[in-house]
């Protein structure tokens, strides 16, 4: 048996005309403009923080310390898609948030400040709430890809309740990826 686990925080996805309104959208993508393997709509999600191989009993530091999180539930939109690192050089294709993204960038701060405790600091990178919706191997065209992001770019999901924050373990497979939710961090109702 291993001693460490690959992880990630999420914010999970799971409302299914969500994720139908999703799987709508990966079919628009011009699969002919560019080589691109489409996220299963199981497994999309907002990513809070990657961990990678960690050892087990610090993914149990990480829930003890995350426990001390208090936020109450909020809604956001999901809608609006767009690419890392830009829609000229597609690497990854997302869907963001177009209705209190703040909520969900205040909430990882909490998130980002409790881990800080554990040693882990604050990514680099300014957080940009999304969900990885497809990740491009090759451009083809690079022209019919940006028209078709950009055609794309203002589809609209639908409105979500963000209540939870979980711990997922990711297995790598040939076949994909396979999560299991260790735990998760409920927001207290008032």
């Given at each position: 048996?291993?001693?460490?686990?690959?992880?990630?925080?999420?914010?999970?996805?799971?409302?299914?005309?969500?994720?139908?309104?999703?799987?709508y959208i990966q079919?628009?993508?011009?699969?002919?403009?560019?080589?691109?393997?489409?996220?299963?709509?199981?497994?999309?999600?907002?990513?809070?923080?990657?961990?990678?191989?960690?050892?087990?009993?610090?993914?149990?530091?990480?829930?003890?310390?995350?426990?001390?999180?208090?936020?109450?539930?909020?809604?956001?939109?999901?809608?609006?898609?767009?690419?890392?690192?830009?829609?000229?050089?597609?690497?990854?294709?997302?869907i963001g948030v177009?209705?209190?993204?703040?909520?969900?960038?205040?909430?990882k701060t909490m998130?980002?400040?409790?881990?800080?405790?554990?040693?882990?600091?604050?990514?680099?990178?300014?957080?940009?709430?999304?969900?990885?919706?497809?990740?491009?191997?090759?451009?083809?065209?690079?022209?019919?890809?940006?028209?078709?992001?950009?055609?794309?770019?203002?589809?609209?999901?639908?409105?979500?309740?963000?209540?939870?924050?979980?711990?997922?373990?990711?297995?790598?497979?040939?076949?994909?990826?396979?999560?299991?939710?260790?735990?998760?961090?409920?927001?207290?109702?008032?």
């Amino acid at each position: 048996m291993t001693d460490t686990v690959r992880v990630f925080l999420s914010v999970d996805i799971e409302d299914k005309d969500h994720l139908s309104r999703i799987a709508y959208i990966q079919n628009k993508l011009d699969r002919d403009a560019a080589k691109m393997k489409l996220v299963e709509p199981e497994n999309i999600h907002f990513t809070w923080r990657f961990f990678g191989d960690t050892p087990i009993s610090k993914v149990e530091s990480i829930r003890n310390e995350l426990e001390q999180i208090r936020f109450s539930p909020f809604t956001i939109r999901i809608g609006g898609v767009g690419a890392f690192p830009s829609k000229r050089r597609p690497r990854v294709v997302w869907i963001g948030v177009t209705h209190n993204a703040e909520a969900m960038c205040e909430l990882k701060t909490m998130t980002d400040d409790r881990l800080g405790n554990l040693g882990y600091p604050p990514e680099r990178r300014k957080f940009t709430p999304h969900a990885t919706i497809a990740r491009v191997r090759t451009v083809r065209n690079k022209d019919a890809i940006l028209r078709n992001l950009e055609a794309v770019s203002h589809e609209s999901v639908g409105i979500m309740i963000v209540d939870a924050i979980r711990m997922t373990k990711s297995t790598l497979t040939p076949s994909g990826p396979i999560y299991e939710m260790l735990w998760e961090i409920r927001a207290v109702k008032e």
